[in-house]
T-cell receptor
Framework: DQQVKQNSPSLSVQEGRISILNCDYT??????FLWYKKYPAEGPTFLIS?????DKNEDGRFTVFLNKSAKHLSLHIVPSQPGDSAVYFC??????????????FGQGTILTVHP | DAGVIQSPRHEVTEMGQEVTLRCKPI?????LFWYRQTMMRGLELLIY????????DSGMPEDRFSAKMPNASFSTLKIQPSEPRDSAVYFC????????????FGEGSWLTVV
Protein backbone atom coordinates (compact mmCIF):
# COMPACT_ATOMS: atom_id res chain seq x y z
CA ASP A 1 0.00 0.00 0.00
CA GLN A 2 1.82 3.04 -1.29
CA GLN A 3 0.57 5.94 0.79
CA VAL A 4 2.70 8.57 -0.94
CA LYS A 5 2.88 8.44 -4.71
CA GLN A 6 4.89 10.31 -7.28
CA ASN A 7 3.49 9.16 -10.57
CA SER A 8 5.99 10.89 -12.83
CA PRO A 9 9.33 9.07 -12.80
CA SER A 10 11.02 11.89 -14.67
CA LEU A 11 10.65 15.49 -15.79
CA SER A 12 12.71 17.46 -18.27
CA VAL A 13 12.66 21.28 -18.23
CA GLN A 14 14.52 24.08 -19.94
CA GLU A 15 16.66 26.37 -17.81
CA GLY A 16 14.72 29.42 -16.68
CA ARG A 17 11.35 27.74 -16.99
CA ILE A 18 9.13 26.44 -14.22
CA SER A 19 9.46 22.89 -12.91
CA ILE A 20 6.38 21.35 -11.34
CA LEU A 21 6.75 18.11 -9.44
CA ASN A 22 3.65 16.35 -8.21
CA CYS A 23 2.83 14.10 -5.28
CA ASP A 24 -0.38 12.38 -4.23
CA TYR A 25 -1.16 10.76 -0.91
CA THR A 26 -3.85 8.37 0.21
CA UNK A 27 -3.71 8.75 3.98
CA UNK A 28 -5.95 11.67 4.90
CA UNK A 29 -4.44 11.68 8.39
CA UNK A 30 -1.12 13.00 7.12
CA UNK A 31 -0.69 16.53 8.46
CA UNK A 32 2.83 17.44 7.41
CA PHE A 33 4.74 17.00 4.19
CA LEU A 34 8.34 17.41 3.15
CA TRP A 35 10.30 17.52 -0.06
CA TYR A 36 13.81 16.13 -0.21
CA LYS A 37 16.34 16.50 -3.01
CA LYS A 38 18.92 13.87 -3.78
CA TYR A 39 22.02 14.09 -5.96
CA PRO A 40 23.72 10.90 -7.21
CA ALA A 41 25.94 9.22 -4.61
CA GLU A 42 24.68 11.53 -1.88
CA GLY A 43 22.02 11.27 0.78
CA PRO A 44 18.69 13.11 0.49
CA THR A 45 18.71 16.69 1.74
CA PHE A 46 15.72 18.56 3.10
CA LEU A 47 14.31 21.15 0.74
CA ILE A 48 11.00 22.51 1.97
CA SER A 49 8.00 21.46 4.03
CA UNK A 50 4.37 22.34 4.57
CA UNK A 51 1.90 21.82 7.36
CA UNK A 52 -1.66 20.80 6.58
CA UNK A 53 -2.91 24.04 8.13
CA UNK A 54 -1.41 25.88 5.17
CA ASP A 55 -1.98 25.59 1.47
CA LYS A 56 1.28 27.21 0.38
CA ASN A 57 4.82 27.59 1.61
CA GLU A 58 7.51 29.50 -0.21
CA ASP A 59 11.29 29.55 0.16
CA GLY A 60 13.14 31.45 -2.50
CA ARG A 61 12.71 29.72 -5.84
CA PHE A 62 10.84 26.84 -4.24
CA THR A 63 7.13 26.82 -3.45
CA VAL A 64 5.06 23.91 -2.24
CA PHE A 65 1.30 23.89 -2.69
CA LEU A 66 -1.05 21.62 -0.76
CA ASN A 67 -4.56 20.70 -1.87
CA LYS A 68 -6.02 18.71 1.00
CA SER A 69 -9.33 17.94 -0.67
CA ALA A 70 -7.49 16.37 -3.59
CA LYS A 71 -4.79 14.84 -1.37
CA HIS A 72 -2.24 16.40 -3.67
CA LEU A 73 0.82 18.53 -3.29
CA SER A 74 3.19 20.02 -5.78
CA LEU A 75 6.63 21.57 -5.74
CA HIS A 76 7.27 24.51 -8.03
CA ILE A 77 10.78 25.61 -8.89
CA VAL A 78 11.00 29.00 -10.58
CA PRO A 79 13.24 29.67 -12.38
CA SER A 80 14.75 26.24 -12.86
CA GLN A 81 18.53 25.98 -12.95
CA PRO A 82 20.81 23.17 -14.17
CA GLY A 83 21.96 22.67 -10.57
CA ASP A 84 18.41 21.70 -9.68
CA SER A 85 18.83 18.48 -11.66
CA ALA A 86 18.35 15.77 -9.05
CA VAL A 87 15.83 13.28 -7.74
CA TYR A 88 13.02 14.86 -5.74
CA PHE A 89 11.19 12.92 -3.07
CA CYS A 90 7.91 13.75 -1.44
CA UNK A 91 7.57 12.43 2.10
CA UNK A 92 5.20 12.44 5.05
CA UNK A 93 5.59 11.47 8.72
CA UNK A 94 2.89 9.77 10.77
CA UNK A 95 -0.01 12.00 11.73
CA UNK A 96 0.01 13.68 15.09
CA UNK A 97 3.67 14.57 15.30
CA UNK A 98 4.78 11.33 16.89
CA UNK A 99 7.96 11.22 14.86
CA UNK A 100 8.88 13.49 12.01
CA UNK A 101 11.77 11.19 11.17
CA UNK A 102 9.62 8.17 10.48
CA UNK A 103 8.98 9.20 6.91
CA UNK A 104 7.01 7.52 4.17
CA PHE A 105 8.63 8.46 0.89
CA GLY A 106 7.31 8.60 -2.62
CA GLN A 107 9.24 6.84 -5.37
CA GLY A 108 10.91 10.04 -6.49
CA THR A 109 10.95 12.11 -9.67
CA ILE A 110 14.14 12.65 -11.65
CA LEU A 111 14.32 16.30 -12.68
CA THR A 112 16.64 17.27 -15.51
CA VAL A 113 17.10 20.95 -16.25
CA HIS A 114 18.70 21.59 -19.63
CA PRO A 115 20.88 24.67 -20.20
CA ASP B 1 30.07 21.10 10.65
CA ALA B 2 30.40 17.36 10.26
CA GLY B 3 27.32 15.69 8.91
CA VAL B 4 26.18 12.13 9.43
CA ILE B 5 29.14 9.86 8.74
CA GLN B 6 28.65 6.38 7.35
CA SER B 7 31.11 3.61 6.65
CA PRO B 8 31.88 1.80 4.52
CA ARG B 9 30.75 3.82 1.50
CA HIS B 10 30.87 0.71 -0.67
CA GLU B 11 30.82 -2.94 0.28
CA VAL B 12 30.84 -6.00 -1.94
CA THR B 13 30.42 -9.28 -0.12
CA GLU B 14 29.55 -12.86 -0.84
CA MET B 15 26.24 -14.36 0.04
CA GLY B 16 26.25 -15.78 3.56
CA GLN B 17 28.81 -13.36 4.91
CA GLU B 18 28.17 -10.97 7.76
CA VAL B 19 27.91 -7.29 6.90
CA THR B 20 28.24 -4.46 9.39
CA LEU B 21 27.36 -0.90 8.45
CA ARG B 22 28.37 1.94 10.73
CA CYS B 23 27.00 5.36 11.45
CA LYS B 24 28.08 8.38 13.45
CA PRO B 25 25.19 10.83 13.85
CA ILE B 26 25.55 14.58 14.06
CA UNK B 27 26.76 15.59 17.49
CA UNK B 28 23.87 16.59 19.73
CA UNK B 29 21.24 14.76 17.73
CA UNK B 30 19.36 12.27 19.85
CA UNK B 31 17.33 10.48 17.18
CA LEU B 32 18.89 8.12 14.67
CA PHE B 33 17.28 6.41 11.71
CA TRP B 34 18.31 3.63 9.33
CA TYR B 35 16.74 3.74 5.88
CA ARG B 36 17.21 1.47 2.88
CA GLN B 37 16.79 2.40 -0.77
CA THR B 38 16.06 -0.21 -3.42
CA MET B 39 14.70 0.01 -6.93
CA MET B 40 11.64 -2.01 -6.01
CA ARG B 41 10.67 -0.44 -2.70
CA GLY B 42 12.25 2.98 -2.83
CA LEU B 43 13.30 4.61 0.44
CA GLU B 44 11.96 2.81 3.48
CA LEU B 45 12.59 3.14 7.19
CA LEU B 46 14.13 0.10 8.83
CA ILE B 47 14.50 1.20 12.44
CA TYR B 48 14.88 4.32 14.54
CA UNK B 49 16.36 5.11 17.91
CA UNK B 50 15.64 7.87 20.37
CA UNK B 51 18.24 8.53 23.06
CA UNK B 52 19.98 5.28 22.04
CA UNK B 53 16.84 3.21 22.62
CA UNK B 54 15.19 1.41 19.66
CA UNK B 55 11.71 2.86 19.30
CA UNK B 56 10.35 1.26 16.17
CA ASP B 57 11.91 -1.67 14.32
CA SER B 58 8.82 -2.63 12.36
CA GLY B 59 10.65 -1.96 9.11
CA MET B 60 13.42 -4.45 9.75
CA PRO B 61 12.81 -7.07 7.07
CA GLU B 62 13.92 -10.22 8.84
CA ASP B 63 15.76 -11.59 11.84
CA ARG B 64 18.90 -11.51 9.74
CA PHE B 65 18.91 -7.76 10.31
CA SER B 66 19.86 -6.22 13.63
CA ALA B 67 20.75 -2.71 14.75
CA LYS B 68 22.38 -1.34 17.83
CA MET B 69 23.19 2.03 19.27
CA PRO B 70 25.60 1.53 22.16
CA ASN B 71 26.09 5.25 22.68
CA ALA B 72 24.94 8.61 21.37
CA SER B 73 27.66 8.82 18.76
CA PHE B 74 27.60 5.39 17.14
CA SER B 75 25.20 2.92 15.61
CA THR B 76 25.55 -0.28 13.61
CA LEU B 77 23.30 -2.16 11.23
CA LYS B 78 24.24 -5.79 10.86
CA ILE B 79 23.09 -8.36 8.32
CA GLN B 80 23.91 -11.97 9.06
CA PRO B 81 23.84 -13.93 6.86
CA SER B 82 23.65 -11.60 3.87
CA GLU B 83 21.67 -12.47 0.73
CA PRO B 84 21.72 -10.98 -2.79
CA ARG B 85 18.32 -9.36 -2.19
CA ASP B 86 19.90 -7.27 0.57
CA SER B 87 21.80 -5.34 -2.10
CA ALA B 88 20.76 -1.73 -1.65
CA VAL B 89 21.90 1.65 -0.45
CA TYR B 90 21.60 1.96 3.31
CA PHE B 91 21.23 5.46 4.70
CA CYS B 92 21.69 6.57 8.25
CA UNK B 93 20.04 9.82 9.33
CA UNK B 94 19.83 11.80 12.53
CA UNK B 95 17.59 14.46 13.99
CA UNK B 96 17.92 16.83 16.93
CA UNK B 97 14.76 15.44 18.44
CA UNK B 98 12.02 13.01 17.64
CA UNK B 99 9.63 15.84 16.89
CA UNK B 100 12.11 17.77 14.81
CA UNK B 101 10.83 18.79 11.45
CA UNK B 102 13.69 17.47 9.40
CA UNK B 103 16.25 14.72 9.46
CA UNK B 104 19.77 14.80 8.07
CA PHE B 105 20.99 11.93 5.94
CA GLY B 106 24.44 10.53 5.53
CA GLU B 107 25.83 9.76 2.10
CA GLY B 108 24.84 6.12 2.29
CA SER B 109 26.53 2.74 2.24
CA TRP B 110 26.26 0.93 -1.09
CA LEU B 111 25.96 -2.79 -0.42
CA THR B 112 26.28 -5.45 -3.09
CA VAL B 113 25.85 -9.09 -2.12
CA VAL B 114 26.97 -11.53 -4.80
Amino acid sequence: DQQVKQNSPSLSVQEGRISILNCDYTNSMFDYFLWYKKYPAEGPTFLISISSIKDKNEDGRFTVFLNKSAKHLSLHIVPSQPGDSAVYFCAAPPAGGTSYGKLTFGQGTILTVHP
Amino acid sequence: DAGVIQSPRHEVTEMGQEVTLRCKPISGHNSLFWYRQTMMRGLELLIYFNNNVPIDDSGMPEDRFSAKMPNASFSTLKIQPSEPRDSAVYFCASSPRVFGNTIYFGEGSWLTVV
